[in-house]
């Protein structure tokens, strides 16, 4: 068993910052991608951002250069800094990690962003 668990979402105004962190538990061996995506109301969830065990990265074009995606390997962590908030940013923002082969996802944080 694997268990995500994220923190770090909540209310921001337009313009500020927050910081999403996802640490995995369980049966865990060789992460290989971690993830993040988010779904606003009425749309489809989408990736937001990824990064592999390399330290390759990617982003959606909707935020690149405002969020940085970093993983910290030794504690199963994947943090998601999102600086320049918009409105539009708004959503339940979802890890996601490839384990063996084996998607797993965390159960959703709300992070909401007011003008």
């Known amino acids: 068993q694997v268990q995500l668990v994220e923190s770090g979402g909540g209310l921001v105004q337009a313009g500020g910052s927050l910081r999403l962190s996802c640490a995995a538990s369980?049966?865990?061996?060789?992460?290989?991608?971690m993830g993040w995506y988010r779904q606003a109301p009425g749309k489809q969830r989408e990736l937001v951002a990824a990064?592999?065990?390399?330290?390759?990265?990617n982003y959606a074009d909707s935020v690149k250069g405002r969020f940085t995606i970093s993983r910290d390997d030794a504690k199963n962590t994947v943090y998601l800094q999102m600086n320049s908030l918009k409105p539009e940013d708004t959503g339940v923002y979802f890890c996601?990690?490839?384990?063996?082969?084996?998607?797993?996802w965390g159960q959703g944080i709300q992070v909401t962003v007011s003008s």
């Open positions: 996601a990690i490839n384990n063996l082969g084996m998607i797993y």
């Open positions: 369980g049966s865990i061996s060789n992460i290989n991608t």
């Open positions: 990064i592999i065990r390399d330290g390759s990265t």
